[in-house]
T-cell receptor, first 114, second 114 residues
Framework: NAGVTQTPKFQVLKTGQSMTLQCAQDMNHNSMYWYRQDPGMGLRLIYY???????DKGEVPNGYNVSRLNKREFSLRLESAAPSQTSVYFCASSLTGGGEETQYFGPGTRLLVL | AQSVTQLDSQVPVFEEAPVELRCNYS??????LFWYVQYPNQGLQLLLK??????LVKGINGFEAEFNKSQTSFHLRKPSVHISDTAEYFCAVSEDGSGYALNFGKGTSLLVTP
């Protein structure tokens, strides 16, 4: 039982390049989330998926797109990377998305945009 | 909408000393409260959470927190810290009925030294 896995662990991009961050969970959770973590800012929600087939914007969605490929996988795409997107990205999942539920986090992807 | 304030960005403490990490929140409705811990270069994991009932909540690794509704606080405590407790600690809140919306504080860095 691997929990939440993310690939890649590290990535360096040049401004304007695109990339997709991958996330998968094996806990049969319905809800999945993408956060970014910046120094002194805590975690901010980018997008979330309450269930397979649905996605919604979070606090900071600009510059990102997401795909809920199936129940297990939730990807985050940067179409044209900008230096402001340099951050650590975390994927998380929870059973049904209720506010009382624990969210389970992956190990993160560290992204540097030059 | 709720907000979370972690009053200390950094807390240095000696090994075996007690520690308190402070968290205040603002909300006009019932809330669920969480403390997550992030060890260096890892994802977040749940320390403890308050949903309802007893205001003193015990979590993993000897941590506990007390919900104080009148002061809108949820401070985290440990009577005797270890070197291995060195990590970033995040307070988070969600509102009853809000579903996904988990709002994080900016984090407190706990540094335990010998």
């Amino acid at each position: 039982n691997a929990g939440v896995t993310q690939t890649p662990k590290f990535q360096v991009l040049k401004t304007g390049q695109s990339m997709t961050l991958q996330c998968a969970q094996d806990m049969n959770h319905n809800s999945m989330y993408w956060y970014r973590q910046d120094p002194g800012m805590g975690l901010r929600l980018i997008y979330y998926s309450a269930s397979e087939g649905t996605t919604d914007k979070g606090e900071v969605p600009n510059g990102y797109n997401v795909s809920r490929l199936n129940k297990r996988e939730f990807s985050l795409r940067l179409e044209s990377a900008a230096p402001s997107q340099t951050s650590v990205y975390f994927c998380a999942s929870s059973l049904t998305g209720g506010g009382e539920e624990t969210q389970y986090f992956g190990p993160g992807t560290r992204l540097l945009v030059l | 909408a709720q907000s979370v304030t972690q009053l200390d960005s950094q807390v240095p403490v000696f090994e075996e000393a007690p520690v308190e990490l402070r968290c205040n929140y603002s909300s006009s409705v019932s809330v669920y409260l969480f403390w997550y811990v992030q060890y260096p270069n890892q994802g977040l994991q749940l320390l403890l959470k308050y949903l309802s009932g007893s205001t003193l909540v015990k979590g993993i690794n000897g941590f506990e927190a007390e919900f104080n509704k009148s002061q809108t606080s949820f401070h985290l405590r440990k009577p005797s810290v270890h070197i291995s407790d060195t990590a970033e600690y995040f307070c988070a809140v969600s509102e009853d009925g809000s579903g996904y919306a988990l709002n994080f504080g900016k984090g407190t860095s706990l540094l335990v030294t010998p």
